[in-house]
């Protein structure tokens, strides 16, 4: 008798210990911090998601930053979930992507713009430009579409209103100046300045000659560009709370400042 009940008495003993440590368990698993994911490439967009990590830690969130060196695995590791989210690319870029691949990919707020801007070392305003004159644009169809909707913008040419980011030189319907739009390699756009009236030059290849975007260009993009970069996620998780506490973050005073003191013009928040 007095071994069956030290039999159950052990029993018991360890039947508590073991709640005890599944109790314990339980609640250490629920009191940690959430983690998000989100996928970026090597430069500002990983820089500035290391701003957003003490934002998102005020918020009790763990942001883990998966940083990649290409500009395809980003994309397919957000569509087969190993990744919550991602912010590397521009608007068309993304939805070219999505397309080739047919992948189910939603964008679900604007982040910054990598702009691209007009240089000039013969004249300080676009208003001072003479007629006639020899322009460089990069002669790729993303980058000399871009360019052309910036000199559009920028009141000096009309374009076909069906081109979009499409348009080529051949979409130009209205040229007051009569300007010779000369298209050559994205990365020599920087340097045939000196041969051309103007050019427009996307800001790593100016960054590459020391040339500051903000300062140095006679016209630039803002945030309204349609190159804007995004941060995109599966559909299933566009409501997600913790995707709206990354936006939030993303888009707070503290990494807009970040963005400004940091990059100077060369990156420009869209928010």
Do not use: W
Request: hydrophobic share 45%.
């Amino acid at each position: 008798m007095e071994k069956a009940i030290k039999s159950i008495l052990i029993s018991s003993g360890v039947v508590l210990v073991v709640a005890l440590y599944l109790f314990i368990a339980a609640n250490t698993v629920m009191a940690a911090d959430p983690i998000l994911k989100v996928g970026a490439t090597a430069g500002p967009f990983a820089q500035i998601l290391e701003a957003v990590k003490p934002v998102l830690a005020e918020e009790n969130i763990e942001l883990e930053i998966v940083e990649f060196t290409d500009y395809v695995t980003p994309n397919l590791a957000l569509a087969d979930g190993s990744l919550d989210a991602n912010t590397f690319q521009h608007i068309p870029y993304f939805e070219r992507f999505k397309s080739d691949r047919d992948l189910d990919l939603v964008s679900v707020a604007k982040t910054i713009v990598i702009p691209i801007a007009i240089y000039s070392d013969k004249y300080e305003s676009l208003s001072e430009i003479p007629k006639n004159s020899t322009i460089a644009i990069p002669n790729d169809p993303t980058n000399g579409g871009r360019a052309l909707l910036l000199f559009e913008k920028a009141g000096l040419i009309k374009l076909d209103d069906s081109a979009g980011i499409n348009a080529t030189i051949f979409d130009i319907e209205v040229n007051p100046l009569n300007l010779k739009f000369h298209e050559v390699e994205a990365a020599q756009t920087a340097r045939v300045i000196p041969d051309v009236a103007a050019a427009a030059v996307n800001s790593n290849y100016a960054l590459d000659l020391g040339m500051n975007p903000k300062e140095d260009s006679i016209y630039i993009e803002d945030g309204d560009s349609p190159y804007v970069c995004i941060v995109a996620v599966r559909p299933e998780n566009k409501n997600d709370p913790l995707i709206k506490k990354f936006v939030e973050a993303y888009q707070s005073e503290k990494v807009r400042n970040f963005i400004n003191e940091e990059f100077d013009g060369s990156v420009i928040p869209a928010f």
